[in-house]
């Protein structure tokens, strides 16, 4: 007897394919989840690992920042001093008379190598303030402080320098201070870092959101805290 287009038999395999068709597209729709949750993971411990050194010394270095007034550190200085040979005070004292010249300029590379030679110290590339009397460089460092100091009438040299402690030499790293450009460039590749290691772990957190009902009062507690301490108390 033939089956009309209304009875069961008709209807099953309808209700079956649709129900697979859901089945498949929860199953795309679980894998794309997946996929997206791993790739956020990997980029969460990458940014973690490069950040890793960088955030422990800045947070720690953060401390003794804040509360810099109760450490105490006293100055070491040092100071060496040395003849300048005829040969290169005589040259030095040629290029100081060229009023043509710069009034900041480094020094040949003559005088910076007995520089280096004589005193100990690296002045090579850097630059100095010059005059008919004397040439002065300054050479800052975390941590503290020199300077070199040539005196062309009588051709002496005098170095100082100054050490403040290795306290005060985490604090200059940490605001960048007389650091030089390697330095620099891994506090902006750090802070890069530091950037996807917090919106990658932001999104991981809207991720599991669903199952962790303190996720977003704590988040909203990280954001309100500081902006009411600054509205109220920072002026």
Request: overall charge negative; charged content about 20%; hydrophobic content about 45%.
């Amino acid at each position: 007897m033939p089956t009309s287009p209304d009875s069961p038999s008709r209807r099953t395999p309808s209700a079956s394919s649709t129900s697979a068709s859901g089945h498949q597209a929860a199953a795309r729709q679980q894998a794309r989840r997946g996929n997206w949750l791993k790739t956020l993971h990997q980029w969460h411990w990458i940014s973690s690992a490069v950040s890793l050194f960088g955030m422990l010394m800045f947070a720690i270095t953060g401390i003794t920042l804040n509360h810099s007034g109760a450490i105490e550190s006293k100055p070491v200085i040092e100071t060496r001093t040395a003849v300048v040979p005829d040969a290169v005070a005589e040259a030095l004292r040629r290029l100081a008379a060229d009023e043509d010249a710069p009034a900041e300029r480094p020094l040949p590379a003559e005088a910076a190598d007995w520089a280096a030679e004589a005193l100990g110290i690296s002045v090579s590339g850097r630059d100095a303030e010059w005059s008919e009397e004397e040439i002065y460089l300054a050479l800052p460092r975390p941590g503290g402080d020199a300077w070199l100091r040539l005196d062309l009438q009588d051709a002496e040299a005098e170095y100082e320098l100054t050490d403040r402690g290795w306290i005060a030499w985490l604090n200059d790293l940490h605001k960048g201070r007389n650091s030089g450009e390697a330095w620099s460039w891994f506090i902006d590749i750090f802070a890069v870092a530091c950037v996807v290691f917090s919106v990658t772990g932001l999104l991981i957190l809207q991720v599991h959101a669903a199952n962790r009902a303190s996720v977003w009062p704590v988040v909203g507690l990280g954001i309100v805290l500081p902006t009411v301490l600054i509205l109220l108390f920072v002026h």
